[in-house]
């Protein structure tokens, strides 16, 4: 850690009581937040308002925080130059809870200038609010206007300034990398991950449950499987629990953080493929943002014209699939959600191979990250761009977690293998069946994987590697040293995982 935080005053003690601060619009209605943007605001052929904004995606690089960056006194001015804004000017303040686990739950105290009450109109369609008069856990204040772009967290304090940039995914982001810090600290492990429960036949009249989370960056299909419904049918049943950051506790519970609702990306949404998505996005509660819509209020969710990064909060009630919970009672399967094109639709891992893949973290880099880069294939461990503290620590996490809870891990390429595509149907299907417990399974010599040899409802010999990528024994050796020396730079990593390599 660089430096102490020990000056730095709690989220309690930082700012005056909202509900008493002259200039603080204190937890206002959807309603009123539509009113102070009105200005900002188009109202969709939904009904649904759709907002602008500056900034399309997150600002990785302005980004410090006090445990892992040279966090200097300059850096600090930062934080108490945002608490100084919140205190003299107009703003509006909500307070949300994050998670409902009862060890694992948060106030989150967020405040923003009055003109820009859409993006606490975003949050508060994301999050639940605060019930009675809980003391914040966490505190954001983001200051879209100033002239520096610089997010700067306190992770020890959990105050996050957010300042110069006025995208809402910086305002939700900054109460999920603390929500995974402190499950780090607790022994666990947060995770940039979805996560659902599976009720399937065990019996007659006896349905047993499967848990599953899937980790991948934004448009690799993690929220697209999150929600499917898995083609099952009644009492049998695919249910979505969270959709982007949960935490892994230590006796094998999946604690959610977002109660009410989603932040999905909209570019290319497909009511056919994806009819669940489509109808959450097109009700008149979700909350527009970045997506083309014309003066007539006409939606074009494939238009790029603002951004590749068009994003929707939504509400869980509108998703079909969505639980009522928000917790997983235990995880089963762990799916790490890759587009490389070498990899076969699905392959099974032990803990260290596992642990390996969560280190790779490969994907494709997309518009929510640096749109400048999208398409370039990229590393990010855990897919989590996020994480506080040491990485490969969070590797050696990982591995012993998934062990001792006995957690089956695979990894899933939901691209293509050589030029044929893996589409959502097939990986659907392998979902299905996994759960289901009905995969066979053989070893792959031209990959030195578990591979499936057979798949109930799918043909999946179309998916080998040796038959489908050209030069499939240069490449995948070229790609194996690459990730050796990939893993090779995690100082803490655990040997038997730098070894793993698939």
């Given at each position: 850690?660089?430096?102490?935080?020990?000056?730095?005053?709690?989220?309690?003690?930082?700012?005056?009581?909202?509900?008493?601060?002259?200039?603080?619009?204190?937890?206002?209605?959807?309603?009123?937040?539509?009113?102070?943007?009105?200005?900002?605001?188009?109202?969709?052929e939904?009904?649904?308002?759709?907002?602008?904004?500056e900034?399309?995606?997150?600002?990785?690089?302005?980004?410090?925080?006090?445990?892992?960056?040279?966090?200097?006194?300059a850096?600090?001015?930062?934080?108490?130059?945002?608490?100084?804004?919140?205190?003299?000017?107009?703003?509006?303040?909500?307070?949300?809870?994050?998670?409902?686990?009862?060890?694992?739950?948060?106030?989150?105290?967020?405040?923003?200038?009055?003109?820009?009450g859409?993006?606490?109109?975003?949050?508060?369609?994301?999050?639940?609010?605060?019930?009675?008069?809980?003391?914040?856990?966490?505190l954001?204040?983001?200051?879209?206007?100033?002239?520096?772009?610089?997010?700067?967290?306190?992770?020890?304090?959990?105050?996050?300034?957010?300042?110069?940039?006025?995208?809402?995914?910086?305002?939700?982001?900054?109460?999920?990398?603390?929500?995974?810090?402190?499950?780090?600290?607790?022994?666990?492990?947060?995770?940039?991950?979805?996560?659902?429960?599976?009720?399937?036949?065990?019996?007659?009249?006896?349905?047993?449950?499967?848990?599953?989370?899937?980790?991948?960056?934004?448009?690799?299909?993690?929220?697209?499987?999150?929600?499917?419904?898995?083609r099952?049918?009644?009492?049998?049943?695919?249910?979505?629990?969270?959709?982007?950051?949960?935490a892994?506790?230590?006796?094998?519970?999946?604690?959610?953080?977002?109660?009410?609702?989603?932040?999905?990306?909209?570019?290319?949404?497909?009511?056919?493929?994806?009819?669940?998505?489509?109808?959450?996005?097109?009700?008149?509660?979700?909350?527009?943002?970045?997506?083309?819509?014309?003066?007539?209020?006409?939606?074009?969710?494939d238009?790029?014209?603002?951004?590749?990064?068009?994003?929707?909060?939504?509400?869980?009630?509108?998703?079909?699939?969505?639980?009522?919970?928000?917790?997983?009672?235990?995880?089963?399967?762990?799916?790490?959600?890759?587009?490389?094109?070498?990899?076969?639709?699905?392959?099974?891992?032990?803990?260290?191979?596992?642990?390996?893949?969560?280190?790779?973290?490969?994907?494709?880099?997309?518009?929510?990250?640096?749109?400048?880069?999208?398409?370039?294939?990229?590393?990010?461990?855990?897919?989590?761009?996020?994480?506080?503290?040491?990485?490969?620590?969070?590797?050696?996490?990982?591995?012993?977690?998934?062990?001792?809870?006995?957690?089956?891990?695979?990894?899933?390429?939901?691209?293509?293998?050589?030029?044929?595509?893996?589409g959502?149907?097939?990986?659907?299907?392998?979902?299905?069946?996994?759960?289901?417990g009905?995969?066979?399974?053989?070893?792959?010599?031209?990959t030195?994987?578990?591979?499936?040899?057979?798949?109930?409802?799918?043909?999946?010999?179309?998916?080998?590697?040796?038959?489908?990528?050209?030069?499939?024994?240069?490449?995948?050796?070229?790609?194996?040293?690459?990730?050796?020396?990939?893993?090779?730079?995690?100082?803490?990593?655990?040997?038997?995982?730098?070894?793993?390599?698939?």
């Open positions: 850690m660089s430096g102490s935080e020990t000056a730095v005053p709690t989220p309690v003690g930082a700012l005056p009581d909202p509900a008493e601060a002259e200039n603080v619009v204190y937890d206002p209605p959807p309603a009123r937040l539509r009113e102070l943007s009105r200005e900002l605001e188009t109202t969709t939904f009904g649904s308002p759709s907002y602008v904004s900034f399309r995606s997150r600002c990785a690089d302005r980004t410090r925080n006090a445990v892992d960056d040279a966090f200097d006194a850096d600090r001015a930062l934080v108490d130059d945002a608490l100084d804004y919140a205190r003299e000017h107009e703003m509006v303040c909500l307070d949300l809870r994050m998670g409902r686990h009862p060890e694992h739950s948060y106030c989150c105290r967020y405040y923003v200038p009055r003109e820009y859409r993006i606490a109109l975003a949050l508060g369609t994301l999050f639940e609010p605060m019930p009675g008069d809980a003391e914040p856990d966490f954001t204040v983001q200051v879209p206007e100033w002239e520096e772009t610089a997010i700067r967290v306190l992770p020890e304090a959990g105050i996050t300034a957010v300042l110069g940039t006025d995208y809402t995914g910086e305002a939700k982001k900054s109460f999920l990398r603390l929500f995974m810090y402190r499950a780090k600290r607790r022994g666990g492990l947060g995770l940039h991950a979805g996560s659902k429960r599976v009720d399937l036949r065990t019996g007659p009249g006896e349905t047993g449950s499967v848990g599953q989370l899937f980790l991948g960056l934004s448009a690799t299909g993690k929220s697209t499987l999150t929600a499917h419904g898995l099952l049918e009644p009492p049998e049943r695919a249910s979505m629990l969270q959709d982007d950051v949960v892994l506790l230590p006796d094998g519970t999946v604690a959610g953080s977002e109660g009410r609702g989603l932040y999905v990306k909209t570019i290319g949404l497909d009511p056919a493929e994806q009819p669940a998505l489509y109808d959450a996005v097109t009700h008149e509660s979700a909350v527009l943002e970045n997506v083309a819509v014309a003066e007539d209020g006409s939606v074009d969710f238009s790029e014209e603002h951004t590749a990064n068009g994003r929707a909060a939504i509400r869980r009630e509108c998703l079909p699939s969505a639980d009522e919970g928000i917790d997983l009672p235990s995880v089963d399967q762990v799916f790490f959600i890759t587009r490389n094109p070498t990899m076969p639709p699905v392959a099974r891992l032990d803990p260290d191979e596992a642990a390996a893949a969560f280190m790779l973290g490969e994907s494709i880099q997309t518009s929510a990250g640096d749109p400048s880069r999208a398409g370039e294939s990229i590393r990010v461990v855990g897919t989590n761009p996020f994480i506080v503290g040491s990485a490969g620590a969070e590797g050696n996490r990982f591995r012993d977690l998934v062990e001792r809870l006995d957690v089956d891990c695979f990894v899933l390429n939901t691209g293509r293998v050589g030029s044929t595509d893996v959502v149907e097939e990986s659907v299907t392998i979902l299905r069946e996994l759960a289901r009905t995969v066979e399974w053989t070893e792959d010599r031209a030195g994987l578990t591979v499936p040899e057979h798949v109930p409802g799918m043909e999946i010999g179309a998916f080998a590697v040796a038959d489908r990528v050209e030069d499939y024994e240069r490449k995948l050796r070229a790609l194996r040293e690459e990730r050796r020396r990939y893993l090779a730079g995690f100082e803490d990593l655990d040997d038997a995982i730098e070894g793993a390599v698939y």
